[in-house]
């Protein structure tokens, strides 16, 4: 994703995006993992640059369990963080990315909420109480406040809040007694005073005290089921699930547009990239081969890709990791060529690197023992890191080969990528 560029300004079944909340023994999670995703964490990304991706999968060597994974943007270093028998799911990332909050099983029948290290270590229970209404002790889907003292969670069909390291001073954000079960999927604004929830299928915001709740979304018939709110990094944005398709609205709920949706493609969980240039979510359409999988698209809906080699099974729940502003963030890029007779024309894009950068392309031909530089050249990254190069079709060949090169600066490492085509 391109630093520079910053606006400021279903699951193995169909329930894969089912709410799962905590309660009384009738309540309790009785749906095996195998079966359903869990819902995605509702929080919004801080702004920073973009690390590995969480995420919620089944572990295929514990039946009836889902882990939390992470990934590069570009599909390698996998990994299961929590690797354990129990149901992990909701990841989010604290703001600085050190720590993943998440929801678990692993302490009880009930999901509490917990606090690890971004390396599996100095695993936390904030909720480690026995459940019930008034306790606040239990909960799914957390968010973290921008300033990383604070989780705001779910819990029995309220927004609760407490401290981010002890799990210190409870406090029943929507409570009232007039509507059991008032707001779920909490989503802390990047500027801290205001939080987005989800009541009666319906996006809304208050404050972070829980005062001045306000209706955003007010959806009938087809479409009348909105779920995890996700803020953009300058706040000004709202991403959320409606119905199985994406769509953005400001954050005043003006301007509400689709932009995943329609035949074989709409999807579920979706989630800022730290930068704002990207969001990622989980979606069974779009060909998915192992369905469904994660994907990234622009915000306007556009450049629509799988997260490559993201692994067998459901994948669902994404969550992208912020990097501290002065870490420089692993680089990958994309490459497609199209050869016509006399021309070869390349279009590509790089991940995680600074507009006007620029990038060596080399066009080689294969003069029968070695490939062999023909032609370089040197184009600029526009502010969504895209790039592109052409060249005339060398003769005496039938092999050539282009290797694209970003040098990498202070904020994002270096990246080479061949591609190789008869031409």
């Known amino acids: ?57 089944p572990n295929p060597d514990h039946a009836n369990s889902l882990e939390i994974y992470t990934v590069a943007p570009d599909g390698t270093s996998r990994t299961n963080l929590t ?17 993943l909050a998440f929801s678990s099983t692993r302490d009880g029948a009930h999901l509490d909420i917990w606090v690890v290290n971004a390396d599996g270590s100095g695993l936390t229970n904030l909720t480690p109480l026995a459940d ?35 799990g210190a001073g409870k406090q029943n954000l929507t409570h009232d007694p007039a509507l059991p079960a008032a707001g779920h999927s ?24 829980g005062d001045n709740k306000r209706q955003l979304t007010a959806t009938t018939g087809a479409l009348s089921t909105e779920k995890t709110p996700d803020w953009s ?41 730290p930068e704002g240039d990207w969001i990622v979510f989980s979606s069974s359409g779009y060909t998915a081969p192992n369905g469904p999988d994660l994907f990234l698209a622009r915000p306007d809906g556009t450049s629509v890709r799988q997260l490559p080699d993201n692994g ?10 912020p990097l501290p502003s002065n870490a420089a963030s692993s680089t990958y890029t994309t490459l497609r060529a199209t050869v016509r007779k006399k021309r070869i024309t390349l279009k590509g894009e790089l991940f995680n690197a600074n507009p006007q950068q620029l990038m060596q392309v080399d066009l080689q031909r294969h003069n029968g023992a070695a490939f062999r530089l023909v032609r370089r050249t040197t184009p600029t990254l526009t502010a969504f890191g895209d790039y592109s ?8 060949t039938t092999r050539c080969r282009i290797v694209a090169r970003y040098a990498g600066d202070a904020d994002s490492l270096p990246t080479t990528k061949k591609l190789t085509f008869a031409c």
């Open 83 to 99: 690797n354990n028998p129990a149901r992990d799911q909701d990841p989010a990332w604290s703001p600085d990315g050190t720590r």
């Open 312 to 321: 067998p099974g459901s994948d669902a729940a994404p969550a992208w990791q």
């Open 389 to 396: 190069a052409a060249f005339a079709n060398p003769a005496k």
């Open 233 to 273: 990094p300058d706040g000004l944005r709202l991403v959320y699930d409606r119905n199985g398709q994406i769509w953005t609205m400001n954050s005043d709920g003006t301007q509400q547009t689709a932009i995943a949706a329609g035949p074989d493609q709409g999807g579920t969980a979706p989630a800022w990239s």
């Open 132 to 166: 019930s209404t008034e306790s606040g002790q239990a909960g799914v889907e957390p968010t973290w406040s921008p300033d990383g003292t604070k989780i705001a969670y779910s819990y029995q069909g309220d927004v609760w809040v407490m401290d981010a390291t002890t």
């Open 1 to 57: 994703m391109v630093r520079g560029h910053r606006h400021r300004a279903e699951g193995i079944t169909m329930a894969l995006r089912n709410h799962v909340v905590c309660g009384t023994a009738a309540g309790l999670l009785a749906i095996a993992a195998s079966s359903v995703v869990p819902p995605s964490p509702a929080t919004a990304t801080p702004p920073g640059a973009e690390g590995l991706v969480a995420y919620v999968a």
């Open 186 to 209: 909490p989503a802390w604004s990047p500027a801290s005073d205001t939080i987005a929830y989800v009541r009666g299928g319906d996006i809304w915001v208050m404050s972070a005290s």
